[in-house]
């Protein structure tokens, strides 16, 4: 127990340079209460004690702000950076060394059964008020765009942006999310059409431009 306070006390340093000290942590962190707490509830949850797995999220939830429901499974080396708003569903998997900001959710879509929450593989950084919906898979060092919606799975060594997410193929560096400078394809997109048509029209004035000189030729024979 104590090995795994220590490992989040340094998980904590690594990813926030606005962390200061120990105590400042563990006073004053809602991402390492909310952890904490989630492994003592899923302890409990598999170990099929009734009622206790979800009374101990809830009061979590009330006190920082962040819902992960007893059933989630969460690997090792977990932030959840500020953390307001975050919501993960009960049968969410996320994998070691995984990164989430505030307002992240990892829910389904529906109504269905069994698996229908999001599995996250290694090293993924999920941006601000993204959501990651349904029975999908986020592969490895994948990166989330803040405000992204997910509703397909995504494959190792990705980046990706909008809505609903596209997927643009980039190798992260130093598992580090550049909000600033995330890829934008649908301004791309935007952009190449606009070029497109100002060459047709450079085109389009050239050959009026010829046409009309033919004719002044004509007209001076």
């Known amino acids: 127990m104590f090995g795994a306070i220590r490992e989040q006390i340094e998980t904590i340093f690594r990813e926030d340079p606005a962390a200061k000290s120990v105590v400042e942590i563990v006073f004053c962190y809602p991402g390492f209460h909310a952890i904490l707490a989630h492994r003592l509830g899923h302890k409990l949850y598999r170990w099929r004690v009734p009622l206790l797995p979800r009374v ?6 009330f006190l920082t702000g962040i819902e992960i429901h ?3 499974t969460i ?5 959840i950076d500020h953390g307001m708003g975050v919501v993960i569903g009960e049968t969410t998997e996320i994998g070691d060394d995984v990164l989430l ?8 879509t529906g109504n269905e059964t069994g698996k229908r929450h999001p599995t996250l593989g290694n090293r993924v950084v999920v941006g ?21 919606v997910v509703v397909h799975s995504v494959p190792d060594h990705s980046t990706v942006v909008g809505v609903p997410g596209r997927v643009v193929r980039m190798r992260g560096e130093n598992g580090v999310l ?7 394809p649908q301004g791309q997109a935007l952009d190449d059409l606009t070029n497109r048509v100002a060459e047709l029209e450079a085109m389009l004035r050239h050959m009026i431009a010829e046409h009309e000189l033919d004719h002044q030729r004509k007209n001076s024979v």
């Not at 690997?75 to 932030?79: H, P």
């Not at 029975?135 to 989330?144: A, L, Q």
Request: a positive charge.
């Open 128 to 148: 601000t008020g993204a959501k990651i919906l349904g029975n999908i898979r986020i592969g490895d060092n994948v990166r989330v765009g803040a405000g992204s």
């Open 70 to 72: 007893p059933g989630a």
């Open 178 to 184: 550049e909000h600033g400078k995330l890829p934008d």
């Open 56 to 61: 101990i999220s809830q009061v979590s939830r």
């Open 75 to 79: 690997g090792r080396r977990f932030f």
């Open 101 to 108: 900001y505030q307002g992240v959710t990892l829910g389904g």
